[in-house]
């Protein structure tokens, strides 16, 4: 027999899950897309930052830990910010300067992998050991930036890198996220990736 999960828990793994199908269209599309051109990729990280900034700033009212405490609050505030700024300064240079894409798409995506990645985890480590799926996300993210900052490839390898960090953070989101839904019993919830 199945216990009934608290309120809170319910909505709460709502978010990991919608991020995680979020992440997964992400892959899917720059997998089974042949362009592989700095547009395109600047195009689908706007698109996926600006839809999950919008996710994350939707969803902390509503999170039983960011009721509970001003830091979680504020740092899922923070996370949905620069995920809405990093989507449209993407979408801004694909529409508008198309040509100039090349050179915005590593350090645009990099800087705001970074400090989403950072935000992460400055959440999972301030939720203690609840808090790493938080973290291992948040460290993904912050992979994602340092590979595209350090690895002197191309946009067809980067853009590409961006397709694989979807996959991996798709993969781990859902489970998380289900994972926190299926969970029948009273033992407390582990904090899932809300940033």
Do not use: C, N
């Not at 599309?29 to 700033?57: C, E, K, N, R």
């Not at 480590?125 to 291992?136: E, K, M």
């Not at 992979?143 to 991996?168: E, I, K, M």
């Amino acid at each position: 027999m199945t216990r009934e999960l608290p309120r809170e828990r319910l909505r709460d793994w709502t978010l990991p899950v919608l991020r995680g199908l979020l992440a997964g269209i992400l892959a899917l599309v720059i997998t089974f897309s042949a362009d592989h051109t700095p547009a395109f990729g600047l195009g689908i990280w706007g698109s996926y930052a600006l839809l999950q900034g919008l996710m994350v700033l939707h969803a902390v009212p509503r999170s039983s830990e960011a009721r509970g405490s001003d830091s979680a609050a504020a740092l899922g505030l923070a996370s949905g910010i620069v995920g809405l700024a990093s989507g449209v300064a993407a979408g801004a240079v694909v529409i508008a300067a198309p040509g100039a894409a090349l050179s915005v798409l590593v350090p645009l995506i990099a800087v705001s992998a970074a400090v989403l990645g950072g935000i992460e985890v400055a959440a999972g480590i301030r939720s203690g050991p609840a808090g790493r799926d938080a973290v291992t996300v948040g460290g993904a993210t912050v992979l994602l930036a340092a590979l595209l900052a350090f690895v002197p490839a191309g946009p067809v390898v980067w853009v590409g890198l961006l397709g694989a960090y979807g996959a991996v953070v798709a993969v781990f989101l859902l489970i998380a996220g289900l994972s926190l839904k299926w969970d029948g019993s009273t033992a407390p919830a582990r904090k899932v990736p809300s940033a």
